[in-house]
T-cell receptor, first 114, second 114 residues
Framework: DTGVSQDPRHKITKRGQNVTFRCDPI?????LYWYRQTLGQGPEFLTY????????KSRLLSDRFSAERPKGSFSTLEIQRTEQGDSAMYLC????????????FGPGTRLLVL | GDSVTQMEGPVTLSEEAFLTINCTYT??????LFWYVQYPGEGLQLLLK?????DKGSNKGFEATYRKETTSFHLEKGSVQVSDSAVYFC?????????????FGGGTRVLVKP
């Protein structure tokens, strides 16, 4: 199975610490998306890449958040100086750069900030 | 901006009952519509989609018809099974939105009892 993978699956951290998550998309997909899902809510768009270029960022993505996709393959999402409100499931999805192409989701990284 | 509204859950049904989950949307452009499903402990999976008005998406016995006149995309299944217990998300991708990002509803939890 060569689906979208995310690492780690779970992360517990203390407030104020930095955390980094990784996403490996389906290999032939050149678009990669990050979403955030809080408990009992639907996922909300954070940002997306086409190849290595970050083309859009949501207003939800404060300056404590940074995402990279340096070689157009895997991506990292870093949260600096975490806050309790950052506790959520962080989802990664990938797709081909075709109009309205289906996005395939990874299992997510669940973050708990104490 | 774009938004998706779906009926709140939980919805509790007996096996072989008829399931309907309502979904309505607002969009700036001409959206494609999706239903994603999240089974316990698993990631989001695409259940079905429809890309233009009057299209019917179907999969695993589930159906939804793209109704532009009522801006709706209700999910139906004629006879549910215990294995259909999951959280169902309605979503849209607007052709005016950069990168085809998805806008999700809040999710509807469905519990099917034997």
């Amino acid at each position: 199975d060569t689906g979208v993978s995310q690492d780690p699956r779970h992360k517990i951290t203390k407030r104020g610490q930095n955390v980094t998550f990784r996403c490996d998309p389906i290999s032939e997909h050149n678009r990669l998306y990050w979403y955030r899902q809080t408990l009992g809510q639907g996922p909300e768009f954070l940002t997306y890449f086409q190849n290595e270029a970050q083309l859009e960022k949501s207003r939800l993505l404060s300056d404590r958040f940074s995402a990279e996709r340096p070689k157009g393959s895997f991506s990292t999402l870093e949260i600096q100086r975490t806050e309790q409100g950052d506790s959520a499931m962080y989802l990664c999805a990938s797709s081909r750069a075709v109009v309205l192409e289906t996005q395939y989701f990874g299992p997510g990284t669940r973050l708990l900030v104490l | 901006g774009d938004s998706v509204t779906q009926m709140e859950g939980p919805v509790t049904l007996s096996e072989e009952a008829f399931l309907t989950i309502n979904c309505t949307y607002t969009a700036t452009g001409y959206p494609s519509l999706f239903w994603y499903v999240q089974y316990p402990g698993e990631g989001l999976q695409l259940l079905l989609k429809a890309t233009k008005a009057d299209d019917k998406g179907s999969n695993k016995g589930f159906e939804a018809t793209y109704r532009k006149e009522t801006t709706s995309f209700h999910l139906e299944k004629g006879s549910v099974q215990v294995s259909d217990s999951a959280v169902y998300f309605c979503a849209l991708s607007d052709d005016k939105a950069a990168g085809n990002k998805l806008t999700f509803g809040g999710g509807t939890r469905v519990l099917v009892k034997p």
